[in-house]
């Protein structure tokens, strides 16, 4: 809201309905049950009631893209588990959503190769959607290689530590008497 300004209850609303619609949608087309993980920072009883078909949790967002067949997403980095994990994606954007919403959504999807749908897209077909799923799947690994690479099953925080010994104590490994640090 700081950013884009204030939008209408009307529109949240609709965004809220058609929203709601297309969970439903893929809950039934795939027969599966769908729950919603919201940011942190979101009001949980605020979206529990404007989804209320639904399951909604906060804090466990990595804990259920272990687990999901199809993750869905509207633009979070919290994709990227679902990509290492190599699960099924579907970006969503609605018409209530604003420019610049919709235009962070894309570049995630040219990024990860996954794809999208509007809330208004209800015609799912199961089975061509499923493969095109599961040929988008095949296209995460460059996303993989190149932007979430891995090296010698180090820890991220062991490579930070790492990163600054030897950034800001090398000084101290060669003037130490010659001992290492």
Known sequence: TRLSGYMSEKIIQQHYFYLNKFLKNLSNTFNKEVIVCIHPRYDLEEHQKNLPDFKVVKFKTREYIYKAFLV?????????????????????????MRKNEIEHIKAFQKLINYMILNT????????????????????????????????DNKLGIDKIIDTIKDRYFSIYKKSFRGHKI
């Open 72 to 96: 869905t997403v509207f633009e979070s980095s919290a994709v990227l588990d679902a990509v290492l994990l190599k699960k099924k994606i579907i970006g969503i954007t609605s018409d209530f």
């Open 120 to 151: 208004k897209d209800l015609n799912i077909d199961k089975h061509s959607l499923t493969k095109k799923l599961n040929d988008n799947i095949k296209k995460y690994d460059y996303c993989i290689s190149n932007f979430l690479h891995f090296d």
